[in-house]
């Protein structure tokens, strides 16, 4: 017979050899579950509504006992029970939500269906970073129980690489909203949504005349004697380097070589890395690439660059004009030479990418036009390229000496150097 839940009728329920339910005397369904070990929890029973006798029960727990108090237990059972008679089915959400995607299932899936499927490699490297940041946190968390707070949280701790945390940032969202539409989370909010971005500063640096000259000599410097490699004192093994006159190795020739290719084309890094010599058009001095980060694209070769090409040693059985170590591979990069190469130019700081804004400065200080340099640098949009706009010094250059002369001309009362030009006081016409 059903008793009133009370905390004292509840502690003096006792253990039995088989679980059991002893139910609410006020409250149909709702009752505490007895384990053989003690345990005790209070759960719900109830019918879908519209169901009948012919649909079997169903239970859903709402917590241990020591967890909630009978009236919060009561209370959660009567809102429960309430929802079921307006057509809910709290058990078939909970198992449903069992069963729902896991943060780190929804990035499996998009992985392997949008960005392994549609994204080009250095754009699915960015977006694999964002990703494996995000399933590292929250992995087992269930997808759709993700919230805003929760990524801004994450978003928060990447401050350090902004750049970095926006991108990955804009990767959370693109997920969320392709996993809605392929119905793999409900729709509804993003949580990677209306969350302020870092204000990134642009990181462009143009190598000056000087420093351009550093970079020729160090490049040299690399390919004869070679170049200067450090050792850290502090390691055992330290005490057997060679003296420090002995210390150098030269430059691999192919490194080299995507080095000058790079600021002799303004082409990115894996445009050149990729490039192979069937796409090489000696005749027209045009690298044609069949795929780049904007799609086909023609890169024009300078006698300079050309000469380069010509130099560059071709390996047996490597399609690529830069090969790797592996048969038939590309290079995989140019950290270790460019380090290198940096440092023996006093160029610390200085990443592979500045060498392709340098030679978009110098063809914008050159006044050669933005629409030809964009179209060099393969930029798809006018707005990409300018940013190279204040470096168009040289209308400029010459509008200021024309008035500085003519001013300073005036001042000196007439000197020779300049054309004076006579201030008139503009008369009123009746």
Do not use: C
């Not at 029960?57 to 009978?70: D, M, Y």
């Not at 996993?179 to 793999?184: A, S």
């Not at 179209?375 to 509008?399: E, F, I, N, S």
Request: glycine share 10%.
């Amino acid at each position: 017979m059903p008793i009133k839940l009370t905390k004292r009728a509840v502690d003096g329920l006792a253990a039995r050899e088989r679980a059991f339910i002893e139910f609410d005397a006020d409250i149909a369904g709702f009752g505490v579950r007895v384990m053989p070990s003690g345990v005790k929890s209070f759960v719900v029973e109830y019918r879908p509504h519209g169901g009948g006798r012919s649909v079997a029960k169903r239970r859903v727990t709402l917590g241990k006992t020591t967890q909630l108090t009978p009236e919060q237990a009561r209370r959660a059972a009567a809102d429960m029970l309430a929802q079921v008679r307006l057509g809910a089915d709290p058990a078939a959400e909970k198992a449903s939500h069992r069963e729902a995607l896991t943060v780190a299932g929804l990035i499996e899936a998009f992985e392997a269906e949008h960005v392994a499927g549609k994204l080009k490699d250095s754009t699915g490297r960015s977006y694999r970073a964002g990703l494996d940041a995000l399933k590292g946190a929250h992995g087992s968390l269930k997808a759709e129980a993700l919230t805003r707070g929760q990524v801004a949280a994450l978003h928060a701790k990447m401050r350090a690489t902004r750049y970095a945390a926006n991108r990955a940032l804009a990767t959370w969202s693109k997920m969320f909203a392709w996993g809605m539409k392929r119905g793999l989370v409900p729709k509804g909010d993003n949580p990677a949504r209306e969350i302020d971005r870092y204000k990134e500063d642009k990181r462009e640096r143009f190598l000056t005349s000087e420093e351009l000259a550093r970079l020729g000599d160090a490049l040299r410097e690399g390919e004869t004697s070679g170049l200067v490699y450090e050792v850290d004192e502090s390691k055992p093994k330290a005490k057997h380097a060679p003296k420090l006159e002995n210390r150098r190795v030269k430059l691999d020739p192919l490194a080299a070589g995507a080095i000058r290719l790079l600021i002799l084309t303004g082409a990115r890094l894996r445009e050149i890395l990729d490039a192979q010599w069937s796409q090489v058009d000696s005749e027209r001095g045009i690298l044609f690439l069949s795929d780049s980060k904007t799609g086909r694209k023609s890169i024009y070769l300078s006698a300079a660059a050309q000469a380069v090409l010509a130099n560059l040693p071709k390996i047996e059985g490597n399609p690529h004009v830069i090969a790797g170590a592996k048969d038939g591979e590309p290079r995989a990069d140019l950290k270790k030479p460019w380090s290198a190469v940096k440092r023996a130019a006093g160029l610390e700081g200085v990443r592979l990418h500045d060498l392709r804004h340098s030679f978009a400065s110098v063809g914008a200080g050159a006044s050669l036009g933005l629409p030809i340099i964009g179209k060099l640098l393969g930029h798809t949009q006018a707005a990409t390229t300018a940013r190279y706009a204040h470096l168009d010094a040289d209308p400029l250059r010459r509008a200021v000496d024309t008035i500085g002369a003519t001013i300073a001309a005036a001042m000196d009362g007439g000197k020779p150097g300049g054309e004076v030009v006579p201030f008139t006081k503009k008369r009123d016409v009746t």
